[in-house]
C-alpha cells in the first residue's frame, strides 16, 4: 500500500484557481483508481473527480467544466486543476487510492491522504 500526501490548498478569491498535488510514496501505475474527494465542515465527503489505471475519468456534476483530473506516473503524483473556484468549493480535498481489490475481513482496499484545505472567498 502507499501513503499519499496533498499539497497546494490555500486561500483563493471566488473566479481563481488552485493546482493539488498528491504525491505517493511508491508507484501508482498499477493502483485501479486514483481520486480527488471534498469534505466540508458537516457535511458528508464527497467525490470530486477520478482516474483510472485506463486512463478513464469521472467528474462531479458540480464540478464539471472547472476542474481537471491528471496524473504523472513518473512522479508518482495526482494532479487536481481548479478554475473558476466558488465559495462552495470550499472545503478539505482528501486524495484516495483505490486498489480494486477485496479482502473478507477488511472489505475494498483503499488508502487516503491527510488532505488539504482550500478555503475561497467570495
Known amino acids: 500500500q502507499v501513503q499519499l500526501v496533498e499539497s497546494g490548498g490555500g486561500l483563493v478569491q471566488a473566479g481563481g484557481s488552485l493546482r493539488l498535488s498528491c504525491l505517493a510514496s511508491g508507484s501508482i501505475f498499477s493502483i485501479n483508481a486514483m481520486g480527488w474527494y471534498r469534505q466540508a465542515p458537516g457535511k458528508q465527503r464527497e467525490l470530486v473527480a477520478t482516474i483510472t489505471s485506463g486512463g478513464r475519468i469521472n467528474y462531479a456534476d458540480s464540478v464539471k467544466g472547472r476542474f481537471t483530473i491528471s496524473r504523472d506516473n513518473a512522479k508518482n503524483t495526482v494532479y487536481l486543476q481548479m478554475n473558476s473556484l466558488k465559495p462552495e468549493d470550499t472545503a478539505v480535498y482528501y486524495c484516495?487510492?483505490?486498489?480494486?481489490?477485496?479482502?473478507?475481513?477488511?472489505?475494498?482496499?483503499?488508502?487516503w491522504g491527510q488532505g488539504t484545505l482550500v478555503t475561497v472567498s467570495s
Open positions: 484516495n487510492a483505490d486498489y480494486g481489490r477485496y479482502d473478507v475481513v477488511v472489505g475494498y482496499l483503499e488508502v
